[in-house]
């Protein structure tokens, strides 16, 4: 799945649009590497999303294309904030 899609099924952040756009301005890492919008993202992977407030880092436990709001945190499980 991509990265963008990810990050908003998993309701990490709101919107695709929102998730494109940090993965275009190098705020996403895929195993530490900055990575684009179109990045696959795989089960075990970790994840750095980062804010102008710190960085948001996390390993992707599931890849489902729909969730209900109350599983999405399923999906990944938080190692840092």
Do not use: Q
């Not at 190098?26 to 195993?31: E, G, L, M, Q, S």
């Not at 900055?34 to 750095?48: E, H, I, L, N």
């Amino acid at each position: 799945m991509r990265i963008d899609k990810f990050l908003k099924v998993s309701r990490i952040l709101k919107r695709r649009s929102v998730a494109k756009e940090a993965a275009d301005g190098n705020r996403v890492k895929i195993n530490g590497r900055s990575v684009k919008p179109s990045a696959t993202v795989k089960v075990g992977d970790v994840v750095d999303l980062g804010f102008n407030s710190g960085t948001l880092t996390f390993k992707v436990l599931a890849i489902k294309e729909t969730v209900r709001k109350e599983e999405a945190d399923s999906l990944y499980e938080i190692i840092t904030e």
